[in-house]
């Protein structure tokens, strides 16, 4: 059964950081891409990082995020890192990530991330 599981949400101030993490169960993580989402209130979700299979070995991130986001992998722990630093009011959303296994989308719980001073 796949699974993933985010955490490391929490509250920021502007200009600070924050590392969310998404374990992973159920299949293989480094075969697949791994997707980072978010949506704010009101809004659609949008894709804001990706990070390829091992085998590809790319990343890939929205124009809103780039030069401040970061996305690894950590295989040995079935886990994927996205580093958020330099963070905005606007970087508040709930944060998801999505893995498509056999055609089939598979999306955490998500994990709320606030900006604010």
């Known amino acids: 059964q796949v699974q993933l599981v985010e955490s490391g949400g929490g509250l920021a101030q502007p200009g600070g950081s924050l590392r969310l993490s998404c374990v992973m169960s159920?299949?293989?993580?480094?075969?697949?891409?791994i997707d980072w989402y978010r949506q704010a209130s009101g809004k659609e979700r949008e894709r804001i990082a990706r990070?390829?299979?091992?085998?590809?070995?790319?990343?890939e991130f929205a124009d809103p995020v780039k030069g401040r986001f970061t996305i690894s992998r950590d295989n040995a722990h079935n886990t994927v890192y996205l580093q958020l630093n330099n963070l905005k009011p606007e970087d508040t959303a709930v944060y998801y990530c999505?893995?498509?296994?056999?055609?089939?989308?598979?999306w955490g719980q998500g994990t709320q991330v606030i900006v604010s001073s």
């Open positions: 999505k893995v498509q296994v056999n055609l089939q989308d598979y």
């Open positions: 159920g299949f293989i993580p480094a075969l697949y891409a």
């Open positions: 990070i390829s299979s091992v085998g590809a070995n790319y990343t």
